[in-house]
């Protein structure tokens, strides 16, 4: 139970992942940030203002146009994070660390 808490102040996204909160938890995962410096503006602007504008109540919408421009963008980031973290653990770059 306590290693489970540990975890969780460990990676901490302060309720909005932006670019920095990002960069953050690639340096706690030893992921390094800089395939992802292009990205911070697809966070920051159009996945996190967006996030936040519907968040507090305004009407945002997304065009059709935009919709699968947001959405392969967030899947092929998540992508990139997660092959990055695979590749961490299975070459073992972790124990250098």
Same mark, same amino acid.
């Given at each position: *139970?306590? @290693?489970?808490?540990?975890?969780? =102040?460990?990676?901490? +996204?302060?309720?909005? &992942?932006? !670019?920095?909160? !990002? ?9 390094? +940030? ?6 911070? +503006?697809?966070?920051?602007?159009? &996945? %996190?203002?967006? =996030? ?5 109540? $305004? @009407?945002? %919408?997304? #065009? *059709?146009?935009?919709?699968? $421009?947001? #959405?392969?963008?967030?899947? $092929? &980031? *998540? ?11 299975? &070459?073992?770059?972790?124990? #250098? #660390?």
């Amino acid at each position: *139970m306590a @290693e489970s808490f540990c975890q969780h =102040r460990l990676i901490n +996204t302060k309720a909005n &992942l932006n !670019f920095e909160v !990002f960069s953050d938890i690639c340096v706690i995962c030893c992921v390094d +940030t800089k395939p992802f410096s292009d990205a911070s +503006t697809f966070i920051d602007v159009v &996945l %996190l203002k967006r =996030r936040n504008s519907i968040a507090h109540g $305004e @009407e945002t %919408l997304i #065009a *059709m146009e935009d919709l699968n $421009e947001v #959405a392969n963008g967030t899947v $092929e &980031l *998540m992508r990139s994070f997660a092959d990055a973290l695979e590749n961490h653990v299975v &070459l073992q770059t972790y124990k #250098a #660390a």
